[in-house]
């Protein structure tokens, strides 16, 4: 049996053209916020190697990265979906002590080799796949963000629901959490070319889910994959506070049982600029001046508030007629 | 809050009176999700008029998931994806319904703890986002049944935990009580297998009631019921209501009935409050559907049987 290919030198040609990612998001399961220090011992998710940290303005750790191994199909728009091989990069991000994401990620290599190779061939190469059949990039941006799912088909939101899942075994979380919330997810692609302005959109889906397109230079990934995780978490907390209120005017139940734990926890976050990288202010303000999400946020936070008002005025008002019967 | 579903023998009502106890539990405002653990024949979907799911999901439903075949089970919202345009409608102060279907084509399996930690997995992510989490087992002594018990086992539970409710449905006949009977109390019934998976068995006796299903009426003899016939009935109902109490299933057990219902007859689905409108449905049923709702959430309802 002949030899597999030897790996050929990276040349311009075999570098990574398109990067394709999700972010989930959720809530951390615990009645109350981590500590920063309970939460660098469990976003320690390798052993000897620490989390990343920050304390201002909002406290926020970062795991390290952990790979998957991945041998599936990409889906497409059209035509055959190529096969990739090679390991996806994830790792979780911590925010406030409570609210948990997933961030997972490929960089897709096209025209490489025409076969599987050994795997010792793509270990080497960490957060990279390698498609063994022709594709077009922009074609697979396309069918990464809309294409049809499929147990065959890579799913990184999946990668990131079960970075995530590894924190609730974690002996700092209590799995108590007192908020009914549902997890978001949020799917990004680039496509990376060297000779572009970077330019990307936000396209808000029917669906519930966030989808981010960008042509970028390769440097400006990390920054692009940081914007994503931010629009990701602030898309959360908006539906979580709306979801709380919304349950707050539920048949048969007391209001406050859900505003409490969602002011207590959610009211103070949002704060889209404090981790924003400066080179993504711009889409940020793209976004913003379209879809107006931080307007949403404060308009929906005054209306949970408004609610406390009305309800604490109501009990006084009823302690108050108590006493004068 | 976990409700399982179970019945010694198909054709019961468990999974049609199920999805209406969801239906019903969502319109009272609790958000309730629908797992549908009848492995061998998913029926939810056909029942919530769902033309995709009508016999589960051709791909990565639960049974997939749990054989560790997908990483998530497919999930839909109940409202945006049946047919009806009834069922559509999510009236103000009512909850969220959402059906997490079984696959075409799932089977039997043999149980492993793999098995039961996804299941443990399952439960506390829709425990985590939902009031009310239905479980419909399929019928008699499965898998499934055994894996559930496991998974809510209180060593695998935590203590604080929301409470579990188990349900049996039986119809209303000898046959159906003395199977139903069995299923529960047997060497092998789902007592033994909640105290070999870890259960007091007082404690969870305190978790089982007992649903009777399409009981009927004297009215089931048609418009001109003999006074024969009428004490016929009110002999056979008392002879079976002695049949269930020597048979550990008595009133102590009751969570409630549901009357026999002709629409259910011919089709099983949502009974909605248009269908007592229009003249279609009893105006029992549903009172029997929100009756069992409210005590399935009401913890000094359920307590004080």
């Known amino acids: 049996m002949a030899r597999p290919d030897a790996p050929r030198h990276p040349t311009e040609q075999h570098r990574p053209q398109v990067v394709l990612g999700a972010v989930t998001t959720g809530l ?44 599936c199909k990409l889906a497409v728009r059209s035509g055959a979906q190529p096969r990739v091989i090679g390991t996806a990069r994830a790792r979780a991000v911590l925010t406030a002590g409570h609210v948990l994401q997933g961030s997972a990620s490929v960089a897709v290599v096209l025209d490489a080799s025409k076969r599987r190779l050994p795997w010792a061939h793509y270990a080497a190469r960490t957060g990279m796949v ?25 799913d990184l939101g999946k990668t990131g629901s079960y970075v995530m899942s590894l924190l609730d075994r974690v002996p700092q979380v209590d799995r108590q959490a007192r908020l009914k919330t549902q997890t978001c997810r949020l799917l990004w692609a680039a496509h990376l070319r060297e000779d572009v302005e970077p330019d990307g959109r936000v396209e808000a889906g029917d669906d519930g889910v966030f989808r981010v397109r960008m042509s970028t230079p390769s440097e400006l990934l990390p920054q692009f994959v940081e914007f994503c995780e931010v629009l990701a978490m602030h898309d959360w907390l908006l539906s979580a506070l709306k979801n709380a209120f919304d349950r707050s005017a539920r048949r048969g139940r007391r209001a406050e049982d859900e505003i409490d734990p969602a002011l207590s926890y959610l009211g103070h ?7 924003l990288p400066h080179e993504m202010r711009w889409l940020w303000q793209a976004l913003e001046d379209e879809a107006q999400l931080t307007w949403e946020w404060q308009s929906t936070l005054t209306r949970v508030r408004d609610k406390v008002t009305l309800l604490t005025r109501k009990a006084i008002e009823e302690t108050l007629h108590k006493e004068s019967v | 809050m976990l409700v399982f579903s179970s019945s010694d023998k198909g054709g019961t009502g468990r999974s049609v009176t199920s999805c209406n106890l969801a239906y019903r539990l969502s319109l009272s405002g609790q958000d309730v999700a629908y797992l549908d653990f009848d492995f061998g024949s998913p029926t939810a979907g056909a029942i919530f008029e ?10 990565g439903g639960l049974h997939s998931y749990i054989l560790g075949k997908v990483a998530e089970p497919v999930r839909v919202d109940v409202r945006v994806v049946t047919e009806r345009t009834a069922l559509k409608e999510r009236p103000p102060g009512s909850g969220k319904l959402s059906l997490f279907p ?10 492993t703890n793999d ?31 055994d894996m559930s018990l496991q998974a809510v086992a209180p060593k695998v539970r935590p203590k604080k935990a929301d409470p579990i409710r188990w349900l049996l449905f039986h119809r209303w006949t000898t046959q159906h009580v003395i199977a139903a009977s069995g299923l529960l109390f047997a060497d092998n019934g789902i007592i033994a297998c909640a105290t070999n998976a870890g259960f007091d ?21 048609g418009k001109e019921t003999t006074a024969e016939q009428e004490a016929w009935l009110r002999k056979s109902d008392d002879i079976l209501k002695g049949l269930a109490k020597a048979r550990g299933l008595g009133q102590d057990l009751l969570a409630g009935l549901t009357p026999l219902e002709p629409m259910l007859l011919w089709r099983e689905q949502v009974i909605m409050d248009v269908d007592v409108k229009r003249r279609l449905a009893k105006r029992a049923t549903t009172k029997a559907f929100d ?7 009401n913890d000094d309802a359920w307590e004080g049987f």
Request: hydrophobic share 45%.
């Open chain 1, 28 to 71: 951390l399961n615990t009645s109350e916020p981590l500590p920063l220090e309970a939460a660098r011992q469990a976003l320690a998710l390798l052993p000897g190697v620490s989390a990343d940290w920050r304390r201002h303005p909002i406290e926020q750790v970062v795991s390290p990265d952990l790979f998957f191994g991945l041998d």
């Open chain 1, 130 to 154: 390698e498609a063994i059949n022709k594709a077009d990039p922009a074609d697979l941006v396309n069918g990464f963000l809309h294409g049809r799912s499929g147990s065959t088909v890579l």
């Open chain 1, 269 to 275: 976050i949002w704060n889209p600029t404090a981790h």
């Open chain 2, 50 to 59: 769902i033309p995709t799911l009508e016999r589960g999901t051709p791909d």
């Open chain 2, 102 to 111: 079984g696959d075409v084509g799932g089977a039997e399996f043999h149980l």
């Open chain 2, 115 to 145: 098995h039961i930690k996804k299941a443990i997995d399952l439960f506390e992510t829709v425990e985590r986002e939902f009031d009310v989490a239905i479980v419909d087992l399929s019928a008699g002594r499965s898998s499934a049944l």
């Open chain 2, 201 to 221: 068995q007082r404690g969870f006796r305190s978790m089982v009631r007992t649903i009777r299903t399409a009981v009927p009426d004297d009215t089931a003899f």
């Open chain 2, 291 to 297: 009756e069992l709702a409210e005590r399935i959430i």
